[in-house]
C-alpha cells in the first residue's frame, strides 16, 4: 500500500504462485497440493508490492542524493524509494551515481576482469532468489572465466544443510513433500519461528493441529503465531477473533542447547529399548543404516545432569516429548537457522539425523527432515552449479558440456570472500542480487573490506545499503523483476524455481517492467560473459534469446535429475527433481545411511565470561531478510524501533538494568578487534535465561567472520557470545 501500487499489485497477486503464472520472490515454501484463487502470505504480498511500485530511483534521484547523504538514511528508507530503472556508475568526483550506457558498463565491467593478475581475484555472489537458468549460467561463466570464488546467501543460512546431511543421508536436501503433512503424526520444529519466515506453512500446521497432530515446537524464544494464530484467509476467524494454538507443547531451549536435547531424546529411546520397550525401529536400523553403536556409546557416556545443564530443558520435559516422538509412527522434523547458525551447526544437524534414525523416520509417508528455507531459490541455486566446493565429478561435466577446462581448486564462500576483500587479495566484487554487505557479518570489517576493491556491481531491482558501500569504481544495474515480462526475440521467456522440496516449476511474469531500460538477469550474464571471456566458445548470444537453450544445457549438465527438462517443464504442476533417500536409497559412502558421532554437548565453544549472554540475532514480522518493509514486529509487540534487545527479566535485574533502559552490548572474542552496538533499548521478554535477542541486520556487527560453522562456513548468529556494555 505504502509502494502505491494497490491496483496493479492486486491483478498480479491473481497470478502469484498459480500455473501459468509468476512464483513468489519471497520464501522457499512449497504451494500446496490443492492450491486457492489466492496462494500467497502476507510476506508474499509485500514482496509483490514493493516490486510493482510505482516508486522509481531515476537519474534525477541520485544528482540530488549523494552517496554520504544515502548512507545515512535507514535500511527501509532506501527500500521506499522504489524500483531502479537505469544503469548508474559513481562518479568518485562528486560523490554521486550518474548515468551509464549498458554498453559501457559491459565494457567496464570485462576491462576490470580482464586486468585481473588471476581469476581468483574477483569474488561473484549470488542471491537466493536467482532463478535456475540465470544460476546456471552464472556458474558457466564464472568457471569458463577460471574460479570458483561462489559466495552465496547460503553459506549465511542453510549451508549446514548442503554440507551436513549429505554424510549422513547422501543429499544436502530435505526428504518431505506437502502431502507428508496430511499423513505425520508428529511435528517436531526446531529453531525456526515460522510464522514471521515462511508464513505460507502456517496453514499446514494449522490442518495438522485441528487434526490432532501434536506439534512440538522448540527455541528459546517463543513466537507469538505458534502461541495464537488466525489465518488471514480464515474469513470466520477473522470475523470472529478466533484463534488456533499451534504448539501442542513449547520447548524453552538454551541457544545453542538443541544439542544437548536432541542427544537427551536419543539417550531417553535407548533406555526405554534396553527396558525392553519396542522403541527402536531395529528392521529400518538393521537394513538401511551403520553406526549406530558408536552413537549408543557416545550417548550413554553423559548422564542427565549434564544433559539438562546443557540444553535449559528439565529432565521431565525431554523424556515427555521423547514419549510423544515414540508413540508417533511418521515424524517430520522441520528446522530454521536456529540450528544451523553455530560453530557446530553441521553436525548438529547429523545429531538430528541420528535421532530419526532410531524411529526410522526416513523415506516413509509422513516422516522425514525438513530444512525450511528462507529464500525462493536459495536450493536451486545450488543444484544448479553455485557452489565454491564442487565435485569432480560436477567440473568434469561442464568441461564435458562446454568444452573449457574448469578451475578445481575450491573457491571463495562468503567468510572466506570477506577475508580476501580485507586483505586486499580481491580486487572485483559482483553481486547477482541481494544486499551482500547488509547481509554478511562483522559489518564493519566488511565494510572496510568491500571499500578495499577496485569495482562493485550490484545487479538489483531496488535500491539497498550494498550500492552505497562500494569499491573504487561502481555500478548499479537495474534488472526484470520475477513478477514482470521477459521478452526476447524469441518471445516471452520462462524461468524456472526449485523449492524446498525439490520441485520444480515454471515463473512467467505477468507485469511490465518499470523502465526499458531494466535487463533481465540472462541477458546481463551473457553481456558479461561476452566482455570479460574474449576466446569463449560459449553460445552467449542464443542463451540470452531463447531460455529453452539454457535449460538443454541444464540437463546435459546435471543429466541425472534433469534429463528432458524442457519436455518436463510442459506440466502446469512442474516436476520433482530426484531424492533417493525418499525411497531409502542413500547415496553415501557406506551405501546406507549413516549414524555420526559428535563429541560433547556444546553446539558453540564454552565461552568463560561470568557476564557473558548467547545472542540470537532474529527477522521481524514485518521484514524479509535484509528487506524492511516497516520498523514494527506485531508479533512481538514492538512499534517504530528495530534497535532493540529483548531479554529475560530475570537477566536484566540481575544486571541492575530497567525495562526499557537504553545500553549497548559488546562481542567478546578475542581477534584484536572491538564489536560493538550501542542504542538498544532493553525489552523483557520471556527467552530462556541467558539468551537475548535482537534484530538482524542491525546486529550483524556483533557477529566475528571467523565465528562460524567449522565445516560449511556459515555464521554462528545465533549463539553470538556478548556482555552488556558499562
Known amino acids: 500500500m505504502q509502494q502505491s501500487a494497490l491496483t496493479k499489485g492486486a491483478r498480479a497477486l491473481l497470478s502469484m504462485n498459480q500455473p501459468g503464472g509468476f512464483k513468489c520472490p519471497s520464501c522457499a515454501f512449497p504451494d500446496p497440493c490443492k492450491r486457492q484463487t489466492l496462494e500467497f502470505c502476507e510476506q508474499g504480498a509485500k514482496a509483490l508490492a514493493f516490486e510493482a511500485t510505482k516508486q522509481h530511483v531515476t537519474r534525477a534521484f541520485f544528482a540530488q542524493h549523494s552517496v554520504t547523504a544515502l548512507r545515512a538514511q535507514t535500511d527501509h528508507w532506501l527500500e521506499m524509494q522504489g524500483r531502479l530503472t537505469e544503469p548508474m556508475r559513481y562518479d568518485a568526483a562528486t560523490d554521486h551515481y550518474v548515468p551509464i550506457s549498458w554498453d559501457d558498463a559491459f565494457a567496464l565491467i570485462g576491462r576490470h576482469l580482464r586486468g585481473l593478475d588471476t581469476p581468483h581475484q574477483a569474488e561473484f555472489y549470488t542471491s537466493g532468489r536467482t532463478p535456475n537458468e540465470v544460476a546456471f549460467l552464472w556458474s558457466v561463466m564464472v568457471r569458463e572465466f577460471g574460479t570458483n570464488n561462489f559466495p552465496d546467501c547460503s553459506n549465511m543460512c542453510h549451508e549446514p544443510t548442503s554440507r551436513g546431511l549429505p554424510p549422513s543421508i547422501g543429499i544436502g536436501k530435505g526428504t518431505c513433500r506437502m502431502e507428508d503433512f496430511d499423513s505425520t503424526e508428529a511435528i517436531f520444529i526446531f529453531g525456526q519461528n515460522t510464522g514471521s519466515n515462511s508464513p505460507r506453512m502456517m496453514t499446514n500446521l494449522t490442518e495438522a493441529r485441528r487434526r490432532g497432530i501434536p506439534i512440538i515446537a522448540i527455541n ?72 549406530i553403536d558408536a552413537v549408543r556409546a557416545d550417548i550413554s557416556a553423559h548422564d542427565w545432569a549434564e544433559i539438562v545443564a546443557h540444553s535449559g530443558v528439565t529432565e521431565d520435559q525431554i523424556r515427555r516429548i521423547t514419549d510423544v516422538y515414540v508413540r508417533s509412527n511418521a515424524t ?188 533481465a538477469e540472462v541477458e546481463i550474464v551473457c553481456r558479461i560473459a561476452m566482455a570479460a571471456l574474449s576466446e569463449t566458445r560459449t553460445t552467449w548470444a542464443a542463451f540470452a534469446a531463447d531460455y529453452d537453450l539454457i535449460r538443454d544445457k ?119 578487534f572491538t564489536r560493538r552496538v550501542t542504542g538498544l533499548t532493553v525489552l523483557d521478554y520471556p527467552l530462556t535465561k541467558g539468551c537475548v535477542a535482537g534484530y538482524y541486520p542491525e546486529l550483524n556487527s556483533l557477529i566475528p567472520n571467523g565465528y562460524h560453522d567449522g565445516i560449511s562456513g556459515t555464521l554462528a548468529g545465533k549463539s553470538i557470545p556478548v556482555r552488556v556494555m558499562p
Open 220 to 291: 528459546p524464544m517463543p513466537e507469538r503465531a505458534m502461541e495464537q494464530y488466525t489465518g488471514p484467509q480464515d474469513l470466520v476467524q477473522m470475523a470472529t477473533f478466533r484463534h488456533d494454538v499451534i504448539a501442542s507443547e513449547f520447548v524453552h531451549v538454551r541457544a545453542g542447547g538443541d544439542l544437548a536435547l536432541i542427544k537427551g531424546m536419543m539417550k531417553a529411546i535407548f533406555e526405554r529399548a534396553a527396558a525392553g520397550e519396542d522403541a527402536l525401529d531395529q528392521a529400518f536400523i538393521d537394513q538401511h543404516t551403520v553406526g
Open 332 to 519: 517430520m522434523a522441520c528446522f530454521g537457522m536456529g540450528l544451523t547458525q553455530h560453530q557446530r551447526g553441521s553436525q548438529l544437524l547429523q545429531q538430528l539425523c541420528n535421532l530419526l534414525f532410531l524411529r526410522g523416520n526416513i523415506g516413509k509417508p509422513g516422516a522425514g527432515i525438513v530444512p525450511v528455507r528462507g529464500h525462493s531459490n536459495v536450493q536451486g541455486d545450488r543444484t544448479c552449479g553455485i557452489n565454491d566446493r564442487p565435485t569432480p565429478e560436477l567440473l568434469d561435466a561442464y568441461q564435458r558440456v562446454f568444452g573449457f577446462d574448469a578451475p578445481r581448486e575450491d573457491g571463495h564462500n562468503v567468510q572466506k570472500a570477506v577475508e580476501a576483500m580485507y586483505a586486499g587479495q580481491a580486487r572485483v566484487f559482483i553481486g547477482m542480487g541481494g544486499n551482500f554487505a547488509r547481509a554478511v557479518p562483522d559489518t564493519d570489517r566488511t565494510y572496510a573490506a568491500m571499500g578495499k576493491l577496485d569495482l562493485t556491481v550490484g545487479i538489483n531491482t531496488k535500491l539497498n545499503r550494498g550500492h552505497l558501500i562500494h569499491g573504487r569504481e561502481a555500478l548499479i544495474l537495474p534488472v526484470i523483476a520475477r513478477s514482470e515480462v521477459i521478452r526476447t526475440a524469441k518471445g516471452p521467456q520462462t524461468l524456472t524455481i526449485e523449492d524446498m522440496i525439490a520441485k520444480v516449476t515454471a515463473s512467467r511474469g505477468v507485469l511490465e517492467p518499470p523502465s526499458d531500460d531494466c535487463m
Open 554 to 672: 541444464i540437463a546435459e549438465v546435471f543429466s541425472d535429475i534433469y534429463v528432458g527438462f524442457n519436455d518436463r517443464l510442459k506440466a502446469p504442476e512442474g516436476f520433482y527433481l530426484d531424492v533417493p533417500p525418499r525411497r531409502r536409497e542413500f547415496h553415501t559412502d557406506s551405501g546406507k545411511a549413516n549414524f555420526l558421532v559428535l563429541d560433547g554437548l556444546h553446539a558453540d565453544d564454552p565461552v568463560d565470561d561470568p557476564g557473558m549472554l548467547r545472542l540470537l540475532t532474529v527477522r521481524s514480522q514485518d521484514q524479509f531478510n535484509t528487506t524492511i518493509y516497516s520498523d514494527n514486529d506485531r508479533y512481538r509487540g514492538v512499534w517504530g524501533n528495530r534497535m532493540v534487545l529483548f531479554m529475560n527479566p530475570e537477566d536484566r535485574s540481575a544486571r541492575g538494568l530497567r525495562n526499557e533502559q537504553v545500553i549497548g552490548l559488546e562481542t567478546i572474542y578475542d581477534d584484536g
